[in-house]
């Protein structure tokens, strides 16, 4: 199943070096969950053709406008596509208010409808389930109530031993039943195990959204061993104390993090506008946790 | 006297084709106003290389959201850019509640003030005067409450003859004085009439904003013999009903208002999604009034 991450926007604030704010798209399975949505969003999805009217839910980590001022854009836009599946927006109280104040001044009248969860970001809040994967949200620590989100696989299918599928001649109808664990048995009664017909499966994947945040270690409880984490690096570390000052973290901040939740891979984003080469960020944060990227507007990444 | 209009977003609705929505800045004498900020205008601002802090002035035509929902990103841009000076903001009864209810949801505070005037639109205001040019807004027909403006210079200044002046040996300090009209008398008491010292000035130069409307004879009043009338013409004819029932204007509509109104040239924009190729729709206006031209994104107009 395709479980990866686009980036949208990869600045903090306000626009800089070719660089939008915060934004990204998840895409699990081909269901689709816009993280947050700054002014610029709805160019993004023209930008890196993005079928923006299958996304099913809206997630917002907080309500400052480098994380929402897109949203009203994006709903306006959904609907003179003519939308009319619901769309879920979820984030902290605060959020409905904001839409519908907005929606209500600018007399707009949208094609479909809203369903709102507004949460409380100093709890572990249930956003997200189906048969496939679960969605959490999580407090982080910021100016601001503000939560990140972790997507987790249930469970990964089990692969199918080709060479054993083709021995005992087994229908494709039944690859699916397989992949979940049942043994097969054939027309003279004659049970094959499921372990002999398939390769375990790898662990369930997860992916990890930190932003905005200062550092916290308290998020190491709900970040564990992810796959992929993307936690912001607003600063260099020399600029450690304005990070503190203004709830954001560093590079290296955001590579200790990663260091200590074990993760598999760290995507550091959310950059200051004042710097133009990201360079030094990245081998600060690799100095500290070795397997880290960047994010780069429009570039996706596999869970 | 500098005085200039600059294209910031000329499409409707949505972004569609590379164009942005309505936006733009008139240049009067380097004071600086804002028509319209639609999401995306301080991306514009960079793209443009706009001195988007020296402007001072915002005016609104309507509450629709393809014209106010970059004004949150361009406050919270101006404040991370520390200005200090207070910003004006004209458009009808609404305005300031959106603007207030947005920044408090999104806990933003600004480095400045904001000064607002809020509008019936159903009338005519006096918007802006200083010592050369005035702004009036006066009423359009559209589906919600939206008001046109009005720029017109006060009053050109004389142009010296400067074969006289370098005649009559006139010291440069009192160049502006008899710019304004004055005469001159000089050591012996001689008086040299104004007249000789200078030419006739030029009518005093004006432009006028007219989005959203639908056609609309009601705004001749207003706008008659004006030097640049940028009209919506989200339309093409074929589409008149479609035009009437959206309140929108069709580009025959908006060449047939310059024609009646006598303007020296007209600027149509507000174009709809579905055109690419905006040439027919300036064909269109051009076989109606034939000094047309197309709103272009980037694109600077001397009035």
């Known amino acids: 199943m395709n479980f990866q991450v686009t980036i949208l926007g990869s600045n903090s604030a306000k626009p800089a070096h070719g660089r939008f704010m915060s934004s990204q798209l998840v895409n699990f399975n081909e269901k689709l969950f816009l993280i947050d949505c700054a002014e ?3 160019f993004r999805f023209q930008d890196f053709k993005i079928k923006f009217l299958k996304i099913s839910h809206v997630l917002i980590s907080h309500l400052h406008g ?3 001022f897109g949203l009203p854009g994006v709903l306006l836009t959904m609907s003179l596509n003519n939308r009319s599946e619901d769309l879920h927006i979820c984030g902290p109280f605060g ?4 839409i519908e104040t907005v929606l209500r001044l600018s007399q ?3 094609s479909f409808n809203i369903i709102y969860k507004e949460t409380n970001p100093s709890i572990v809040n249930n956003i997200y389930v189906d048969n496939n994967f679960t969605i959490i949200s999580f407090p982080l620590k910021h100016r601001i109530p503000t939560q990140g989100y972790f997507f987790r696989e249930k469970y990964s299918e089990k692969k199918l031993n080709k060479i054993k599928i083709d021995q005992y001649e087994i229908p494709y109808q039944f690859f699916d039943r397989i992949k979940k664990g049942e043994d ?3 027309s003279q009664g004659e049970k094959i195990s499921n372990a002999e017909l398939t390769f375990e499966n790898p662990n369930p994947r997860s992916y990890a959204y930190c932003s905005d945040t200062e550092y916290d270690e308290g998020i190491l409880n709900y970040i564990q061993g992810v796959d992929l984490l993307y936690h912001e690096a607003t600063f ?3 600029l450690s104390n304005q990070a503190l000052k203004t709830g954001h973290s560093t590079a290296i901040q955001a590579a200790n ?3 200590l939740a074990k993760v598999k891979k760290l995507l550091i984003g959310h950059f200051s506008s004042r710097y133009s080469n990201l360079k030094p960020l990245l081998e600060e944060a690799k100095s500290v946790f070795i397997n880290t ?3 780069v507007d429009g570039c996706t990444h596999i869970v």
Not at 95 to 98: T, V
């Open 40 to 42: 610029g969003t709805q």
């Open 66 to 68: 480098d994380h929402i």
């Open 95 to 98: 959020i409905q208010d904001f």
């Open 108 to 110: 707009s009248h949208l």
């Open 184 to 186: 097969w048995t054939n």
């Open 236 to 238: 260099m570390h020399e």
């Open 257 to 259: 993090i990663a260091k």
């Open 293 to 295: 990227e960047l994010a």
